[in-house]
């Protein structure tokens, strides 16, 4: 199964001079084109650029190999470049699994459902004293400062 880049193209930096194109990473897709190319127009939809900072419009386009985004600005309008590359080659090791991404065999797995975790709610504090005690039980409803004379 192929790894997928899904890549953004945006404008860096501010003024005319200082601006530059640049490329990054969104994200990687396990599977077909077909899929990563799914994935990436989502993710072209809800994009957040650099520039412009306050989007009035954005309209996107599908391409041969991804998505273009038009935004209108307040000032000027901006583009976004997003493309689909299959990975070949990473000079860095593969990640670690996670031991939360690691799929036990059973009727999920047979469906190509992915188990959900639950996180393990905090153990009951120990003695019947805590048990009852609020989160905020010492702390008075007015403060004591209130209404002194001394601090008007």
């Given at each position: 199964m192929a790894r997928w880049g899904l890549l953004v193209e945006q404008n860096l930096g501010f003024g005319g001079e200082h601006r530059m194109w640049s490329v990054g990473v969104l994200?990687?897709?396990?599977?077909?084109?077909?899929?990563?190319?799914?994935?990436?127009?989502?993710?072209?939809?809800?994009f957040e650029p650099v520039h412009p900072r306050t989007v009035r419009r954005r309209v996107v386009y599908r391409t041969d190999d991804g998505f273009l985004a038009v935004l209108d600005g307040a000032w000027q309008v901006f583009h976004c470049r997003f493309s689909v590359a299959e990975q070949v080659h990473d000079s860095a090791p593969p990640p670690e699994p996670k031991p939360q991404q690691v799929a036990k065999a059973g009727p999920e797995a047979a469906r190509g459902l992915r188990p959900v975790i639950v996180p393990r709610?905090?153990?009951?504090?120990?003695?019947?004293?805590?048990?009852?005690?609020e989160?905020?039980?010492?702390?008075?409803?007015?403060?004591?400062?209130l209404g002194r004379g001394d601090l008007q």
């Open positions: 994200g990687h897709v396990e599977g077909t084109r077909e899929e990563a190319l799914a994935e990436l127009g989502r993710r072209a939809e809800t709610r905090p153990a009951a504090p120990d003695g019947p004293a805590e048990a009852g005690k989160w905020d039980a010492d702390v008075p409803d007015t403060p004591s400062w």
